[in-house]
T-cell receptor, first 115, second 111 residues
Framework: NAGVTQTPKFRVLKTGQSMTLLCAQDMNHEYMYWYRQDPGMGLRLIHYSVGEGTTAKGEVPDGYNVSRLKKQNFLLGLESAAPSQTSVYFC??????????????FGPGTRLTVL | QQPVQSPQAVILREGEDAVINCSSSKALYSVHWYRQKHGEAPVFLMILLKGGEQKGHDKISASFNEKKQQSSLYLTASQLSYSGTYFCGTETSNYGQNFVFGPGTRLSVLP
């Protein structure tokens, strides 16, 4: 099993450009999350999904959109990138949101730089 | 609302013990602990549920005081491999839709 994978690993954008980050998991998890992590800071939740076809806003959703068309994939989009979106983006998944078994498994991260 | 972690950073010698604390202003349903090594993704350590159920491994354990809305992570006889940043994550319900990470505690274990 590959676990949680993210594509791409690195990306440099110019201000105003758009891009999509792809997250895929092969563990049949219901919940998926997108976080951003800035230097010296913790992880802040951008958007999350509790199942195929559903998405919800997290703590810092502005400037991002997401889609969960297939259970195994969770896409994060930046429509018009800004330098403030320079960050490391982590995707995570968990079996369910309930606390019985909602350990979050993280992908390796995508390092995004916006010039 | 983000939980508070203390200390912000700690330096240990190999074999020493450490305690990392996590507190919230809200009533908690569960507390998670994760460790992140530099340049890597966070890795799950354990979860503590309201009511006392606990999971853990090796020489790392944790407690959860529901009344005080606090959790503590105990690292015993620290090893070099324990170095990294430790994050607590909190939930205020069992629906998993309000998970929030703390700012992290940087732990450095020296030989």
């Amino acid at each position: 099993n590959a676990g949680v994978t993210q594509t791409p690993k690195f990306r440099v954008l110019k201000t105003g450009q758009s891009m999509t980050l792809l997250c895929a998991q092969d563990m049949n998890h219901e919940y998926m999350y997108w976080y951003r992590q800035d230097p010296g800071m913790g992880l802040r939740l951008i958007h999350y999904s509790v199942g195929e076809g559903t998405t919800a806003k997290g703590e810092v959703p502005d400037g991002y959109n997401v889609s969960r068309l297939k259970k195994q994939n969770f896409l994060l989009g930046l429509e018009s990138a800004a330098p403030s979106q320079t960050s490391v983006y982590f995707c995570a998944s968990s079996y369910s949101g309930g606390s019985n078994s909602n350990e979050q498994f993280f992908g390796p991260g995508t390092r995004l730089t916006v010039l | 609302q983000q939980p508070v972690q203390s200390p912000q950073a700690v330096i240990l010698r190999e074999g020493e013990d450490a305690v990392i604390n996590c507190s919230s202003s809200k009533a908690l349903y569960s507390v998670h602990w994760y460790r992140q090594k530099h340049g890597e993704a966070p890795v799950f350590l354990m979860i503590l549920l309201k009511g006392g159920e606990q999971k853990g491994h090796d020489k790392i354990s944790a407690s959860f005081n529901e009344k005080k809305q606090q959790s503590s992570l105990y690292l015993t006889a620290s090893q070099l491999s324990y170095s990294g940043t430790y994050f607590c994550g909190t939930e205020t319900s069992n629906y998993g839709q309000n998970f929030v990470f703390g700012p992290g505690t940087r732990l450095s274990v020296l030989p």
